[in-house]
């Protein structure tokens, strides 16, 4: 079967909706389907993409690299792209692809596809419209204020006003009146502060209209349906969002790990309200007119109600998603419920939805993918451990297994639906519950598989995460001849410890040996090795090192900073920590002084708008001992407005990163690529979070000229050889395209491997392209190879 996924969109979910449109390239091409990209962009011009496109880069790459190099499809040749395939699975959120407009295209063409009619899109769309339609037929809703971009100022303030005398309402909630992933969503008190939050909706460009509702109190749940071949829906077990130390569910929440959240799947809720629920949600799919799948977010109000807040048309779709959890809570992979949803709709219309597998080799290696940990990384740890896992499952000669290390060296095994929380704490917790949580599941799936016509789940099924110690993990890995894909970031992981006792036990993994990854997880000592180059073109910041016990001296310390490292404004960040985390830019010894009183008293994080430049909330490390101060380097602007690349010289320095690969003391630079990020410092969502951030790879020749990438290579080789890197690593530079010279910032001796990190979008652009599943493959191939070369008789009894 032929699939054309649709993605992109106008609207601020379009970097969700391509990751979307990756999952569904990543779990159905395996099933022997071919998958067909179509990205729209923001002026909903159509473009047809080759499947490595698809993987490289967010949307600012996306409409700025399409614009400049490729033509638009006419509405005829997009139509005749969507003809030369079977289906069509349209995968934007919000307008266009969830409001009924492009399904009403695919309609007047009579052109099959996955989802919900036109006219159920637009019912649902709107959640005013939604709200009445729901009214009008008698289900529970919550009143709600509607304000127009349209009206004047003081018109929304006396709509408002009225709305809350009406009511008794003491909190409430603004939210876009269309639209999806919490964007724009505001708590407030006062009228006052429901219009000033509804004129930044219109402000941020989240709709031209704004609702006003009652703040919930009670908890909050979403709950994904499926249809059966009957037309039946068949509400899955339903998952329930707990916020912790917060009263909204932001679209920070959704998208990036953080422990300001947890999801519970089954929710804590008992049987009855579960079924109550589910039964709510099947009946609102069908009057709707729904099909296929959707996703249904609601409320268990204190006062024992049900009510359903807003309607999915088509669900999110990330490695992690609601449909995923959901999906796997009974028995199905990713590849298994795109399939069910897929396959559902293809049967819809007569199509034969047969599967052609990718078929394993007769004993392919075992893989243990590792990740987790205890320190500021260990979200972004969770996110590359859980991708490597996804991706390296479709591998013929690969059997990944998902294991997270916890506190105390504590290792656990998980099973398929354990993987998929939110964040290693989360996980965790879940380990702890999992013999409660499988006894329920095995009571509350087996009838939802009846319904759907899945077969019974065989008796070993659904099983619990096995505990063990890291010792114990290290002697299975050596017993089974199993290599040991380490997904972790910072700590034991990135220091050289755990290299240290994978080779006492001859255990092959990724990256690099003991000795460079010690070295490159200090960046102190990383910058004494490349100024001991005496290179004049690679060259490393000079570097002063504070701790947090130092705040009460923190006037000195900054003056003497200043002078020594001649910079007005410095850097600061962990000696031995990456990911962004703890890095900020300082401008005064008052900031500083703040910042090292926030470690001293242990905080987790610095709230946004605490120092000047800051612009989002800063995780700070909860190990780290040794902070370095740095010069500020003073980068030329890089912008893309609009769909033009903007810049603005002043000094000649450029933040670039550019992975490399390393096979036998052969180093092989990929593509550089220009950072851009929206604040001073890349922030860990620019770095790691789906659609966000730009990355130009490779630099436009207007920045950075051909002889200047050759050069930046070069050295990024020279670099990695003298840090006796191996396997991959990615390395950080600022470069000066006045002077030639390279500045190396950090080397990532295990950079991060989350679905949207650079380091694929480099592999891509390599002749011939790399795809991340290639890519991953060669990093494992080169750990056995180096294995083997190293310890061809390893003594793995001894276990030192």
């Not at 005013?128 to 919550?142: D, E, Q, R, S, V």
């Not at 429901?194 to 979403?222: K, M, N, S, W």
């Not at 909204?248 to 947890?262: A, D, I």
């Not at 007769?362 to 993918?369: E, H, N, Q, S, T």
């Amino acid at each position: 079967m032929r699939v054309s996924v649709i993605c992109g969109g106008p609207s601020a979910e379009r970097g969700i909706s391509l990751n979307s449109a990756r999952s569904v390239m990543d779990h159905l091409t395996p099933l022997g389907w071919d998958v067909v990209p179509v990205y729209c962009d923001l002026d909903r011009q159509f473009y047809r993409l080759s499947p490595s496109q698809l993987y490289s880069n967010t949307p600012s790459d996306f409409d700025f690299k399409l614009a400049h190099t490729a033509r638009p499809l006419t509405q005829a040749q997009l139509i005749a792209t969507c003809r030369e395939t079977d289906i069509v699975f349209p995968a934007i959120h919000g307008s266009l692809g969830e409001d009924g407009e492009l399904q009403e295209l695919l309609e007047a063409h009579e052109i099959p596809f996955v989802g919900s009619p036109s006219k159920s899109c637009r019912l649902m769309f709107d959640k005013a419209i939604a709200n009445k339609h729901m009214a009008m037929h008698g289900f529970a809703t919550l009143p709600n204020c509607r304000v127009d971009q349209t009206d004047a100022p003081m018109e929304r303030l006396r709509k408002i006003g009225e709305f809350f005398a009406q009511h008794h309402i003491k909190k409430a909630v603004v939210k876009p009146a269309a639209g999806g992933s919490s964007l724009g969503v505001a708590s407030v008190t006062t009228p006052d502060e429901a219009a000033a939050r509804a004129a930044d909706i219109f402000d941020q460009h989240h709709g031209d209209q704004a609702l006003v509702e009652p703040y919930c109190e009670g908890r909050e749940f979403t709950v994904v349906v499926l249809q059966n071949d009957a037309g039946e829906p068949v509400a899955l077990v339903p998952t329930e969002i707990e916020l912790i130390g917060g009263d909204l569910f932001t679209f920070r929440h959704k998208y990036l790990p953080t422990c300001h959240v947890e999801y519970h799947c089954p929710p804590r809720f008992d049987d009855e309200i579960v079924a109550r629920i589910q039964k709510a949600a099947e009946v609102l799919f069908s009057f709707f007119g729904m099909r296929d799948f959707s996703r249904l977010d609601g409320w268990l109000l204190d006062d024992g109600r049900v009510i359903f807040s807003d309607f999915n048309p088509i669900s999110g779709m990330e490695q992690n998603s609601y449909l995923f959890i959901q999906g796997s809570r009974l028995g199905l992979t990713h590849g298994g419920m795109l399939r069910q949803i897929v396959g559902h709709a293809a049967r819809r219309y007569g199509i034969d939805d047969a599967v052609n597998p990718v078929m394993k080799i007769a004993k392919p290696r075992g893989i243990r993918v590792l990740f987790g940990g205890e320190t500021a990384e260990r979200q972004v740890s969770l996110m590359s451990g859980t991708n490597v896992w996804l991706k390296l499952l479709h591998s013929r000669d690969y059997a990944p297994e998902p294991y997270i290390l916890g506190p105390k060296d504590e290792v656990w095994h998980l099973p398929y639906s354990f993987t998929l929380n939110h964040t290693v704490e989360e996980i965790l917790a879940r380990c702890a519950e999992a013999e409660g949580i499988v006894a329920r599941l095995k009571l509350l799936v087996p009838p939802l598989r009846q319904r759907l016509g899945l077969p019974p789940l065989a008796a070993n099924a659904l099983t619990s995460p096995r505990r063990m110690s890291l010792d114990q993990f290290c002697r299975e890995a050596a017993d089974e001849k199993s290599f040991v894909f380490i997904a972790l970031h910072g700590g034991e992981g990135e220091d050289g410890t755990l290299q240290a006792k994978l080779d006492g036990f001859g255990i092959a993994y990724n990256g690099s040996d003991v000795d460079a990854s010690r070295l490159c997880m200090d960046k102190n000592a990383t910058g004494a090795v490349i100024n001991g180059l005496k290179d004049p073109l690679l060259v490393s910041a000079q570097k002063i090192i504070v701790t947090a016990g130092q705040a009460p001296n923190a006037a000195q310390i900054w003056e003497n900073a200043v002078a020594t490292l001649g910079s007005p404004d410095i850097l600061i960040k962990p000696q031995s920590d990456g990911c962004s985390a703890g890095v900020v830019r300082l401008t005064s010894a008052r900031e500083l002084a703040l910042y090292l009183q926030a470690l001293a008293r242990g905080d987790a994080m610095l709230p946004a708008g605490t120092l000047m430049h800051q612009v989002h909330m800063i995780d700070l490390p909860s190990h780290a001992e040794s902070f370095m101060l740095e010069p500020f380097i003073v980068t030329d602007e890089i912008h893309i407005v609009g769909l033009e690349l903007v810049h603005k010289p002043k000094t000649g320095w450029i933040e670039l990163t550019v992975g490399v690969m390393e096979r036998n003391g052969h180093y092989h630079a990929l593509s550089p690529s220009i950072t851009v990020a929206s604040g001073s410092v890349l922030s860990l969502e620019e770095k790691f979070q789906g659609g966000t951030g730009v990355n130009l790879t490779p630099p436009p020749a207007t920045i950075i000229v051909a002889r200047q990438i050759e050069l930046i290579k070069m050295k990024i080789e020279q670099t990695a050889k003298a840090l006796g890197i191996q396997g991959y690593a990615r390395i950080d530079i600022f470069f000066n395209t006045k002077t030639d010279q390279s500045l190396v910032i950090e080397a990532n001796s295990l950079p991060g491997l989350t679905p949207s990190t650079v380091i694929y979008h480099q592999a891509l652009a390599e002749l011939p392209p790399l795809t991340p599943q290639e890519f991953l493959s060669r990093l494992v191939e080169y750990g056995i190879e180096r294995r083997a070369i190293s310890s061809p008789h390893p003594l793995v009894s001894s276990g030192v």
